[in-house]
């Protein structure tokens, strides 16, 4: 699905605002058309009806603000260490193999199935995040040949530059709530 195709933009706006739009279709549909056409016309709400329901069954599960909020700042306050194990127990609960690379442009070597990427996490902490160490993630992903490379971001903040050349060469960056939704995934560590 295109990132701005009318149906994505409902699934990222709040579950009711799909409903509503469903709601004022069927009512024109039966304001402006024939007694007899007017339920068939109708039924062309269905999908925006189906996209609401998944918007707010995906909203429900999301974490709360607060609680997003919180993981970030607890993971703003690990060191590289403990941030790095969090990371591969998320991924691992994820069902992913997780290797550390020890590299100096990735650290983590994520893998499912046939399909691995490579993931740039000792930066996290930086105050801004610029075009070069996603080249060298990109260098990296290529010279290792990795489906994708993902960086992440839990501090400063990313560059329009930067952005465009993830973009453009099939990068992910890991920030915000997609972050912390992972890291929630993490089961406890074991001591």
């Not at 403990?82 to 690379?101: N, S």
């Not at 992903?141 to 973009?167: D, H, I, M, P």
Request: glycine fraction near 8%; charged fraction near 15%.
């Amino acid at each position: 699905m295109a990132p701005n195709s009318g149906f994505a933009i409902l699934l990222r706006s709040p579950w009711w605002v799909s409903f509503a739009i469903a709601t004022v279709i069927v009512l024109l549909c039966g304001a402006l058309l024939p007694a007899h056409l007017a339920p068939f016309a109708a039924v062309g709400a269905l999908p925006v009806a189906v996209i609401g329901c998944i918007a707010a069954w995906r909203q429900w599960r999301a974490p709360s603000a607060a609680r997003v909020q919180a993981v970030l700042e607890a993971a703003g306050a690990m060191p590289w260490r403990e941030f790095a194990d969090l990371l591969e127990r998320a991924w691992r609960a994820e069902g992913h193999e997780v290797q550390r690379t020890g590299g100096t442009a990735s650290d983590l070597r994520i893998t499912k199935g046939e399909q691995s990427l490579l993931v740039a996490a000792r930066r996290y902490k930086a105050a801004s995040h610029g075009v070069e160490p996603l080249r060298e993630l990109q260098a990296e992903v290529q010279r290792q040949g990795a489906r994708a490379g993902v960086y992440v971001v839990l501090q400063g903040t990313v560059s329009e530059q930067a952005r465009s050349f993830a973009q453009g060469n099939g990068l992910a960056l890991l920030e915000g709530g997609a972050l912390a939704a992972l890291l929630l995934k993490a089961p406890a560590a074991k001591t």
